[in-house]
């Protein structure tokens, strides 16, 4: 496997589709390249040439990183790639007083395994409010 930490090299459509199969959702190349560029730390996992995992952390640099957009192919699932990904990005992140993680429901044991607590702090506000309600991401108000 090769391990990228950069984001000079990435095929933005390659990433747009990946992340529609893993499946994370429509995300558009450039709405990714910004988001990516935007982070302060990335990796990018690639076997034979072929993306397989993907992540980022949007950081300050001392108070806060926020893990997000972790998504691993599914031919790639259950190879440690995912697990590998996330403490990556913690390591990377070391120093921050918080590193915060959003889960998709039902992975939050995954998360637990590798040291991430439940928050009960946490709100949010979603472009599509009542998805993320639909999707058991936020409770309804």
């Known amino acids: 496997m090769e391990w990228v930490f950069e984001q000079g090299c990435v095929d933005w459509n390659e990433l747009a589709e990946f992340y529609r199969i893993a499946p994370l959702g429509d995300k558009k190349p450039d ?60 390591e990377m992140s070391a120093g921050h007083k918080k590193i915060i993680l959003y889960a998709n429901p039902g992975k939050e044991g995954f998360y637990a395994k590798l040291g991430f607590l439940r928050m009960r702090t946490a709100m949010a506000i979603f472009q ?14």
């Open 31 to 90: 709405a990714l390249r910004l988001a990516f560029s935007n982070s302060l730390f990335k990796c990018f996992v690639y076997e034979n040439g072929a993306l397989i995992g993907a992540g980022r952390a949007v950081a300050d640099g001392v108070d806060c990183s926020y893990i997000c957009d972790v998504a691993i192919h599914p031919g790639a699932q259950g190879k440690g790639v995912g697990r590998d990904i996330i403490l990556k990005l913690t």
């Open 128 to 141: 599509d409010q009542q998805g993320a309600i639909d999707r058991g991401v936020v409770e309804p108000g």
